[in-house]
Structures are given as C-alpha cells and as structure tokens.
C-alpha cells in the first residue's frame, strides 16, 4: 500500500483524533440522487472494513468521489438542435436567457441516465509525529479532500508546511553543484523555468543533469520548478516548486526487506502501509532539513 503522490501538511496542534470515528462517519459516502452530478464522503479502506484504518497508531482515511459524466459538448450539440425546434415554432431566434434555460432543462434530463466514474483518494495521517498527507497528483483532487475535511471536523486538522529555503531555491543550487544534501541524490529528470517574460521551460528526461549547459541556463536565470530526487537509496520522487512530491515509488532495496510471507492480503496490505508511514516520516523529516528547516508560517 503505497502512495504515489503526497501532498503534506502538519496536523493543528489542537486537533487529536480522539473522536475521528463519530465525525468520518457523519460524513460516510452515500451514492447520490439522480440529479446529483458529484457525490463525496468517506469509505473503507478495504471492503467491509471501518471507515477509519488504523495501523500502530498510523491512520488511513479513503475519499470516494462519484462523479456523473455528462460532457459539456454533447449538452450543447442536443441543445443547439433543441434550439432550431424552438425557433421554428414561436417564429424567431432563440435569445441567451432561453438558451441557458435550454440547457439546465437537458442537464436535468440527461443526468439520470450519465454514466458514474469512481475515484478513491486516500490520505494518511500520523498523529504522533504530526503529519496530514493527501494521495493526489490533480490540485482539483487535494481540493476536494480538503473540502470533505473541512465538513468533517470542526477544527480543520491539516496546516501549511513552509521551510525557510524556497524549494525553487533549494532545487536550484542543487543543480547547480550536481549535488543534494545527504541523503539525497539527484536523479535525470529536472524542469528549468525563465523568471522574465519569455516564462521559458527546459524539462530533461532521463537526461544526465551534471554537465555545463544546465549550469549555463541557471546561470542565465532560469530556475530549478521540479526535480527526481531518491531518497536514502530507498524512495524515488520529483519534488516541485510548491513543496509536492510526485512520482513517488519504493527502491528495490526498500521492498527487498518486507517479508513476503503473510497469512492474508490484508496482513500484507497493513504491513506495507506501516513501512510506508515509517519510511516517509524519515524522507518528511530530511527534506525539511535540507530545505533549512520548517518556520512558521510564510
């Protein structure tokens, strides 16, 4: 049990988890009416399990999504064609108002009959070491999660995590000295931005990044948005600009020390959650100090 996206933040100092399991199922999912296009709330982990996974004090939450898909082109293809009806019998054209009215009538019409697409979003939180992670590559999606947490608990628990060096900034002199703080090491991937007008980007994959032409774009102002890092030979990532890691995926030499012989899939899936928890509280923790350390607030 992996995550493959994290977007981290530290737990309020005030929020506990004391009563997480009366208020994640306030807010259980129930699969919407026929007129809603998005449902939200929060499932099981695994099926027929709690809503609220726990794994020596490690917490797993899941947010699922239901969303009716209802293309905007095909609303507006019947609609246009609705509209032609409509001219030819009052006798003129169809104006703004009436076309928007049009439409909300088709979209009430055809919703009962969209199709649903399913997405499960988890989110990991560690109550003793303060962290609040979210397993998603679309800010759409983190936002979503943040939404249902806001509904969930009544002090929102997730707060910004800032470091005293600008990932930017970090990233930047990285690659410019082909070296990061131990224990991390530069990987092939990298993405170069102009700060002028021009917004140039120069992205590198699987692309050697230790030679004088990335130095000599750095040189010329471009700066390091996004960069694969591995991390303690152990977690491969790509750290962006705004302090999101993506790409995120266990090193061989990771996965060779889980024990491969479990009595059930979930005793597995539990353990490899908790090696999960342990290994990025460590990577968490060496990132903040290779960026200087965490402050406040921005």
Known sequence: MWFKN?????LHPDWDAEH???AIASQAFTPGSSQDPVSI?????????????????QILL???????????TVVNQI????????????????????????????ITELLPRAFSIERLTHVWIDPENRW???????????DEVMGLLAKTFTLFPALPVYTELAPTTAMTGWLAQAEAPYPFSIDQDAELRASG????????????????EIRHHISQGKQCTRLALTWADKISFVLSDGLEIKRLAATDLLTSTQDPHYEDEAQAFDAAFFLMCSELNHLLQELLNALGGEKAEA
Request: hydrophobic residues 40%.
């Open 41 to 57: 709330g929060w499932a099981p982990v695994q099926e027929n399990a709690d809503l609220v996974h726990r794994v020596n004090g």
């Open 197 to 212: 007008d021009s917004r140039a980007v120069i992205r590198y994959a699987r692309h050697s990044l230790d030679n004088e």
């Open 6 to 10: 994290l977007r981290f933040f530290r």
């Open 62 to 72: 899941c947010v699922k999504a239901e969303k009716k898909l209802l293309p905007t």
């Open 20 to 22: 997480i399991d009366d």
């Open 79 to 106: 609609a246009r064609a609705r509209a032609k009806d409509k001219e030819a019998e009052q006798g003129y054209k169809v104006g703004r108002k009436q076309m928007k009215e049009l439409k909300e009538d088709l």
């Open 132 to 142: 609040l992670a979210v397993d998603a590559a679309a800010a759409a999606t983190a």
